[in-house]
């Protein structure tokens, strides 16, 4: 979906080093998301926003962390403590009540 | 807790076959909502529809159907005439109404052979 970008397409990190992946919407969306996809699995949320300098967790967290200093971003970092980072991440953003919008995600490969 | 399952992992049909995905959920929200989203090769999340629970009329969009039953709690998808551009991985999902995220199926491969 158009307004989301997400960058790199491609992260290659060596394994025990933190790695932070961008999102940014300029959809001007209140609520922002993050998903982890695993192959032949659905998408899980790592952690959501719902307002600036606010954040929840997820149904796995662990391992993750974000912030929310300004509307348009969402960073997520994975930290060494996650033990299986190797994922396809996906961050989403909405207005409440309305669906999300994706963005074309980041494939994190851990060496 | 919220819970969508779907129980075809994988389906493979020939061009121009009908092919139907199946999507059942589990909520305790009166209010909710449904969504399908097509997943190409790419990655990238392609929104199909939204559904809310107050609105069980089934939904035609060109060759996609939807067929949304509380009794039933399913919001099954139907592709008529099925081309080789539908094959994707497709997801269902389900949101309470806030904006707290959605909770996903597993999804299911769709495999259109020519």
């Known amino acids: 979906d158009g307004g989301i970008t997400q960058s790199p397409k491609y992260l290659f990190r060596k394994e025990g080093q933190n790695v932070t992946l961008s999102c940014e919407q300029n959809?001007?969306?209140?609520?922002m998301y993050w998903y982890r996809q695993d192959p032949g699995q659905g998408l899980r949320l790592i952690y959501y926003?719902?307002?600036?300098?606010?954040?929840q967790k997820g149904d796995i967290a662990e391992g993750y962390s974000v912030s929310r200093e300004k509307k348009e971003s969402f960073p997520l970092t994975v930290t060494s403590a996650q033990k299986n980072p190797t994922a396809f991440y996906l961050c989403?953003?909405?207005?409440?009540?309305?669906?999300?919008?994706f963005g074309p995600g980041t494939r994190l490969t851990v060496l | 807790a919220q819970k969508v399952t779907q129980a075809q992992t994988e389906i493979s049909v020939v061009e121009k076959e009908d092919v139907t995905l199946d999507c059942v959920y589990e909520?305790?929200?009166?209010?909710?909502?449904l969504f399908w989203y097509k997943q190409p090769p790419s990655g990238e999340l392609v929104f199909l529809i939204r559904?809310?629970?107050?609105?069980?009329q089934n939904e035609i969009s060109g060759r996609y159907s939807w067929n949304f039953q509380k009794s039933t709690s399913s919001f099954n998808f139907t592709i008529t005439a099925s081309q080789v551009v539908d094959s994707a991985v497709y997801f269902c999902?389900?949101?309470?109404?806030?904006?707290?995220?959605?909770?996903f199926g597993k999804g299911t491969h769709l495999i259109i052979q020519p």
């Open positions: 909520t305790r929200d009166t209010t909710y909502y």
């Open positions: 989403a953003s909405s207005i409440r009540g309305h669906r999300p919008f």
């Open positions: 999902a389900l949101s309470g109404g806030g904006a707290d995220g959605l909770t």
């Open positions: 926003s719902q307002i600036v300098n606010d954040f």
């Open positions: 959809l001007n969306h209140d609520a």
């Open positions: 559904r809310n629970s107050f609105d069980e």
